[in-house]
């Protein structure tokens, strides 16, 4: 018996993959991070900066917890404030889906949204990440997580996510694939897979139009995949490679994975 929602968080399936790809010569799993409550990989995260940051004094009982997002992290970070009793005020723009929006006011989040793109920039993001900066200022006791520099979202998955997989399959991960978006999950796997000496070869999945990897800033549909600005836990050194992929590699890839598989998967799985 669990002791509570957040409990639940994490220890999700590793399913093998038998139908998408059926005359591999390797075998091919995915990690179904949907089976979080939250339903996503940002439910770990979530949680642990939250904790983190409860155990040292930065969060309160008082604090006001804010943080940019286009979804999932928010969706986490509501669900654990609102069973940890705290105020929690999610800044979002435009390409957050209704049904995210919906689900981030059931678990009682603030909605403070930014409907035009930075005037420098042109992008969301940084107008995004100077909105929570302007309510920083002007709410009093007030925490950003800050989720692209915050080094307990790469933890959180360093102990957690990469930890669970190298268990599970007794330490033979040949490669490994990893949509980009903060950084948080390539970060902390890379650094498991480094500090345990697996071997394993680490594929960047970042989508057409992200710089997180260098090149221009272009359009990108699908929330949460790639950055219009390099994350601070970015590192050089995370990846062996990077692949990029359009949004409509990921709509055919899930497409693919829900025809063969039955698995219905986030957009960015599709990569």
């Known amino acids: 018996m669990e002791e509570s929602i957040l409990s639940t968080i994490g220890h999700t399936p590793l399913v093998r993959l038998t139908r998408v790809l059926p005359d591999s010569p390797f075998s091919l799993f995915a ?18 900066i939250l904790q983190e ?14 943080e940019s997002s286009s979804g999932n992290l928010g969706i986490g970070l509501a669900q654990a404030c609102r069973y940890l009793g705290l105020r929690f005020i999610c800044v979002v723009d435009p ?15 603030e909605i403070d949204l930014v409907s035009k793109p930075d005037p420098v920039t042109g992008e969301f993001l940084h107008a995004r990440i100077n909105r929570v900066q302007t309510l920083l200022q002007t709410i009093e006791d007030s925490v950003w997580t800050n989720q692209y520099a915050n080094l307990s979202n790469a933890e959180a998955h360093y102990r957690t996510t990469m930890d669970e997989i190298a268990t599970e399959l007794d330490g033979r991960v040949d490669c490994l694939f990893v ?9 902390g796997c890379a650094e498991y897979i480094r500090d345990h000496h697996l ?12 710089v997180i990897f260098g090149g221009k800033p272009g359009k990108r549909l699908i929330p949460g ?39 219905f998967a986030g957009g960015s799985s599709g990569g």
């Not at 940051?53 to 917890?65: D, E, H, L, Q, Y």
């Not at 390409?95 to 989040?109: E, H, M, P, S, V």
């Not at 949509?179 to 948080?184: D, K, Q, R, Y």
């Open 31 to 48: 990690k179904l991070e949907g089976f979080n409550p939250g339903g996503s990989a940002k439910d770990r995260p979530a949680l642990h």
């Open 53 to 66: 940051a409860m155990r040292t004094g930065a969060i309160k009982p008082s604090t006001v917890v804010i």
């Open 95 to 109: 390409k957050a889906t209704a049904q995210n929006i919906r689900i981030l006011r059931a678990y009682g989040a």
């Open 179 to 187: 949509a980009t978006g903060s950084c948080g999950t390539l970060r």
């Open 199 to 210: 071997g394993t070869r680490i594929f960047a999945v970042d989508a057409h139009g992200s």
């Open 225 to 263: 995949h790639g950055s219009a600005r390099r994350p601070e836990l970015y590192r050089a050194d995370l990846a062996d490679e990077c692949v990029r992929v359009t949004d409509l590699d990921c709509v055919v890839g899930c497409r693919r994975l829900v025809q063969s598989e039955a698995i």
